[in-house]
């Protein structure tokens, strides 16, 4: 079991971190890439100003507007809605919620735009999003190029394989392993051993964790490296393909947003709108209608 790896985040990404009663849970993705889409959400009613949020002298990339980068391929944080989704955005998951959650404090109209996960990290350091929310986990080689919030939930990752699956958490590095490409998962897998990793050998990345759990039933890998909430949401959509996830956790780490390297301004007025959110319950309630407690 990699215990080295209880991310260096845990403690870097901020100390109000919300607790999940349970872990979290997984990205759904059809095996394809999911098309790049924009969704607006109507202006909240109330100004910043009467919720209680300090909203000093930041700046958003169109006035008025706070857009938000994504992957919606990572259930139960965000993922494409079977209808109008959440307010009308055509998403739904935790995510969603807190990003809406986070414009309605600072009087802003909420703007999704969906995209790869590398793209969505690269449209925050490029100007094109004035946020990321993806289940978004601190990493040190990521803080370099963004600055992270306070943590608003704890995330926990874990192996796929198949039912009779010779691997184990302390041979996982003898077998080829999937992620998705750019997350964590991928970063700490493809280490090299010195570093507690398994090589780039030994790992495949593909662009969703739905194609990486395609591909172990397939046979092309043997074990899938992914969120635990993800990776009960696909071993449950593939009951018949005989997955199960292997006892205990793989990493443990912080969930939290990002903005470009440097906009301090527009940070601390996220920050100070989410731990409003995190203190009044409304990061807890919203994580609990998405991740029942065991």
């Known amino acids: 079991m990699k215990n080295w790896k209880k991310l260096v985040g845990l403690g870097l990404c901020a100390a109000l971190s919300v607790s999940l009663l349970t ?4 990205g759904t993705s059809g095996g394809s890439e999911a098309p790049e889409t924009t969704a607006p959400v109507e202006e909240p009613t109330a100004p910043a100003e009467s919720a209680g949020t300090e909203t000093a002298s930041f700046t958003t990339i169109e006035e008025g507007k706070l857009i938000m980068s994504t992957n919606a391929q ?7 809605a079977d209808g109008e989704g959440f307010e009308g955005t055509g998403f739904e998951g935790i995510d969603i919620e807190i990003a809406y959650a986070l414009a309605q404090k600072l009087g802003l109209e909420l703007v999704i735009d969906d995209m790869e996960f590398d793209s969505a990290l ?5 100007n094109a999003a004035d946020m990321m929310l993806a289940g978004l986990s601190y990493s040190e080689e990521r803080d370099e190029v963004v600055d992270f919030s306070d943590s608003y939930a704890t995330g926990v990752q874990v192996v796929i394989v198949k039912e009779g699956s010779d691997v184990t958490m302390d041979n996982l590095g003898d077998y080829m392993i999937g992620t998705q490409r750019g997350t964590t998962g991928y970063i700490y897998a493809s280490d090299t051993p010195e570093n507690g990793g398994y090589g780039e050998d030994h790992v495949i990345g593909y662009d969703n964790g739905a194609t990486a759990v395609q591909e172990l039933i397939n046979g092309t890998i043997d074990a899938v490296i992914i969120d635990q909430a993800p990776a009960e949401e696909y071993v ?24 470009d390297e440097g906009n301090t301004a527009l940070l601390d007025a996220l920050n100070t709108a989410l ?8 990061v807890q309630a919203i994580i609990d209608k998405y991740i029942a407690a065991e």
């Open 275 to 282: 731990n409003e959110l995190i203190d009044d319950g409304t």
């Open 74 to 80: 990572f259930p139960p944080y965000e993922m494409v």
């Open 23 to 26: 872990a979290c849970s997984s």
């Open 236 to 259: 449950a959509a593939n009951a018949d393909a005989g997955l199960t996830i292997l006892p205990g956790n793989w990493v443990e780490e912080d969930y939290c947003l990002a903005v």
């Open 122 to 126: 690269l449209a925050v350091q490029n």
